[in-house]
């Protein structure tokens, strides 16, 4: 018997390497059938993933791959732009190994983006690079709170990595804005540090909105029935 947490898991991992298209149906029986599930185990998936904000249910229409709107963008970016300048803030007194955190996670966000730019990988890296930022708050609830927007957080990044992709960026471009963040927590220069995590979020919410407007609609053919 496929678990609703299997049918998830799958299902996230599609989603995450952008082989449904944004808005796209995600039905039921569909599925049900490419998992060899019930309808009921799939429904469950399907609302554990809109917990994570990456699919939506809407009425009448049933589950779909989340499509961002001009407010979702501006209600995320706003939410982290809070969440990681309370952390910048923070670096000038934050616990050493906060600090040794966010430079790791600049390490590991390096080598996965040389690895593959356009990957699920990647994206899971630079998320954790600004969890590592906003930890420098020393605070559980910050961090927490963090977490209710990560899976949302990765699925935005990896439609900018493809549209960064597709415009011919290197990881060495794409990476400046964390080498500064990063660079600036290291000296513990808070003043610096809140200025570059604002400059990346405002930067990225714009191009964020970009691809928002530009959209295609949904794919005609849904990866949902395909084995």
Known sequence: MV???AIADHLRSDILDLRFGQGESLREVPLAERFGASRRSVREALIELSREG???HERNRGARVRQ???ADIDDLYAARSVLESEGARRSVDADEAAVDSVQTALFELRRAAADGQDTTRHARADVAFHAAVVALSGSARIDDF?????GEMTYAIRLLQRQEVVHGQNDSEVLGDHERIAAAVLRRDPIAAE???REHIRVNNQLLKVIASSADSPRASSAASSP
């Open 68 to 70: 961002f709107s001009l």
């Open 146 to 150: 963090f977490e209710r927007i990560r």
């Open 3 to 5: 678990t609703p947490t």
């Open 195 to 197: 200025a570059a995590v």
């Open 54 to 56: 990456v699919v939506t």
